[in-house]
C-alpha cells in the first residue's frame, strides 16, 4: 500500500441498519477502505450513492470537500473504514502480478444449515423467507426446499411481488441459490400441506 502523502486520515464508523451521518472529513479525494456491508457515499450535499470497497473519488484540480454523507444499505450493523485526505492514495492489493508455477488454494467461506422449524403451509397461504440474518451469520447462499405433500398439489415459490417463479411437484425437492427474499406459497385450496425448508447460510466463524 503506497500513500504518497501524510496528509491522510482514516475514519471508522459503526453504522446501524439503514442509518446515514455527516462526516468532518476534508480532502480531495475518499477511498473505501473497509466495509463489512453495502453502503453510499456523497461528498458534500451530495446524494449517497453506492460505493464498493476498493473504490473511491479523486477530484480534479482545486476540487475537494469538507465532508462526506455515508449511508448503510445493510439491514445489519456495518463497520465502514474510509481513507480520505489531500494529494493521491493507491491501493495495491489488487496489482496484477506476473504468473507464478504454483497453486493457489481457494478457500470458501463456512456455512451452516439451518431447517425451517415448522413445516405446515396453511391453503393459500405463503411462508416468507426475508434472507436477513444476525451476527455472526453474513448472507443466504441457497435454499432446500421439499414438497411432502401427495396427491398432485404444488407448492410454489415467489418473488416479493407475488411472481411466480418456481414450481415444485408433490414428493420433488429444488434448491434455489439466492439471498434476497422469497416466498413459499401453498395455492391448493384443500388444506395444508407439508413442507420441507432449509437455508444454507454463510456464516463468519471468527466473530
Same mark, same amino acid.
Given at each position: 500500500m503506497n500513500i504518497s502523502t501524510p496528509r491522510t486520515s482514516r475514519i471508522s464508523r459503526l453504522l446501524q441498519p439503514g442509518e446515514e451521518v455527516i462526516l468532518d472529513a476534508l480532502g480531495t479525494f475518499y477511498y473505501v477502505a473497509e466495509a463489512e456491508g453495502a453502503i453510499a457515499v456523497g461528498m458534500?450535499?451530495?446524494? $449517497?450513492?453506492?460505493?464498493d470497497v476498493g473504490t473511491g473519488y479523486k477530484g480534479i484540480e482545486g476540487e475537494g470537500f469538507r465532508a462526506l454523507r455515508v449511508q448503510n444499505l445493510s439491514t445489519l450493523?456495518? *463497520? /465502514?473504514? /474510509?481513507?480520505?485526505?489531500?494529494?493521491?492514495?493507491?491501493?495495491?492489493?489488487?496489482? !496484477?502480478? $506476473?504468473?507464478?508455477?504454483?497453486?493457489?488454494?481457494?478457500?470458501?467461506?463456512?456455512?451452516?444449515? *439451518?431447517?425451517?422449524?415448522?413445516?405446515?403451509? $396453511?391453503?393459500?397461504?405463503?411462508? /416468507?423467507?426475508?434472507?436477513?440474518?444476525?451476527?455472526?451469520? =453474513? =448472507?443466504? *447462499?441457497? &435454499?432446500?426446499?421439499?414438497?411432502?405433500?401427495?396427491?398432485? &398439489?404444488?407448492?410454489?415459490?415467489?418473488?416479493?411481488?407475488?411472481?411466480?417463479? &418456481?414450481?415444485?411437484?408433490?414428493?420433488?425437492?429444488?434448491? !434455489?441459490?439466492?439471498?434476497?427474499?422469497?416466498e413459499i406459497y401453498n395455492p391448493n385450496g384443500g388444506g395444508a400441506i407439508q413442507v420441507r425448508v432449509g437455508e444454507i447460510i454463510y456464516t463468519n466463524t471468527a466473530v
Open positions: 458534500g450535499d451530495d446524494t $449517497p450513492t453506492p460505493a450493523t456495518n *463497520k /465502514i473504514v /474510509i481513507v480520505v485526505g489531500f494529494g493521491d492514495y493507491r491501493d495495491n492489493r489488487f496489482t !496484477l502480478v $506476473p504468473s507464478r508455477d504454483f497453486a493457489l488454494r481457494t478457500m470458501h467461506a463456512p456455512t451452516r444449515v *439451518k431447517g425451517w422449524a415448522t413445516s405446515s403451509i $396453511p391453503a393459500t397461504s405463503g411462508v /416468507i423467507f426475508d434472507g436477513v440474518f444476525a451476527k455472526p451469520d =453474513i =448472507i443466504r *447462499k441457497a &435454499l432446500t426446499i421439499s414438497n411432502e405433500a401427495s396427491g398432485g &398439489l404444488k407448492v410454489q415459490v415467489r418473488d416479493p411481488d407475488g411472481n411466480v417463479i &418456481l414450481v415444485i411437484n408433490d414428493g420433488d425437492s429444488a434448491y !434455489l441459490e439466492t439471498s434476497g427474499e422469497v
